[in-house]
């Protein structure tokens, strides 16, 4: 059996029923590692896990971070949405293509980039916004 060197500052997360994959914190990343060639199979970057459940169905894995998580294909680790707790009502749920759903209370938070400039959220809500994202993207 291959030992395992992990990155500085990482920790093992948790690993997956079939002993297959380690979920591993790094600083700035999370990283899902195939333990029978020993390398990366997916990396997110400017993530931190700290815990990991899945469905009762076992098609997802809910990577769980402080305030958010990530869903991703339990069969191809692909990032399917990112859901987002703001205070104690509000939420924002965004996918990998740019779409968001969101309360009206996070809506309100919210700001988009272009070019170094900000902008408020209704000037570029009606091409992203996309009601009921969740549900969907499921």
């Not at 990343?29 to 993530?47: C, G, H, M, P, Y």
């Amino acid at each position: 059996m291959k030992k395992l060197k992990l990155f500085p500052f990482s920790k093992i997360v948790s690993m997956d029923k079939n002993n297959k994959y380690l979920y591993i914190n790094s600083t700035d990343s999370f990283i899902i590692w195939d333990i029978r060639v020993n390398k990366a199979v997916k990396t997110f970057e400017n993530t931190n896990i700290n815990k990991i459940k899945y469905s009762e169905d076992n098609k997802y894995i809910f990577a769980i971070g402080f305030g958010y998580f990530k869903l991703l294909s339990r069969k191809t680790f692909k990032e399917i949405l990112t859901f987002y707790s703001i205070g104690k009502k509000d939420w924002i749920v965004t996918s990998p293509n740019g779409r968001f759903d969101a309360t009206q209370g996070a809506m309100d938070k919210m700001y988009y980039v272009k070019d170094l400039k900000t902008f408020p959220l209704s000037n570029e809500m009606k091409k992203t916004f996309y009601s009921r994202l969740m549900e969907n993207q499921i």
